[in-house]
């Protein structure tokens, strides 16, 4: 069986002196964010609109950023672990470079 990796343990990951790791951990959670956002994108797409956010451009824009938000604090909570597993994946890969 595959352990997966744990939530807490890539946030609580604070790495000593290297920036170049923390950019990593920064880019793979933005990462996620984007991919979840573009999900969401589609996922509306696909679904009947509901006037809850109006029906003009407006609220084009209102779900838009609404899609934006939720996806980054999604992605910031520990997502569906994407974004660890991608961290994880590049740190090996930046400690053997």
């Known amino acids: 069986m595959v352990k997966g990796i744990g939530v807490e343990s890539v946030l609580q990951y604070q790495p000593k002196g290297d920036p170049s790791v923390a950019r990593l951990k920064d880019a793979c959670a933005e990462f996620e964010s984007l991919f979840l956002n573009y999900i969401m994108k589609s996922a509306r797409t ?3 609109d509901s ?7 407006g609220g084009e824009i209102i779900k838009s950023m609404f899609d934006e938000t939720l996806s ?12 660890n597993l991608l961290f994880e994946q590049l740190r090996t890969r930046l400690k053997t470079a």
Do not use: K, Q
């Open 46 to 48: 696909a679904a009947t």
């Open 51 to 57: 006037d809850l956010f109006g029906s003009d451009n």
């Open 72 to 83: 980054r604090e999604i992605a910031r909570g520990g997502g569906g672990g994407m974004g």
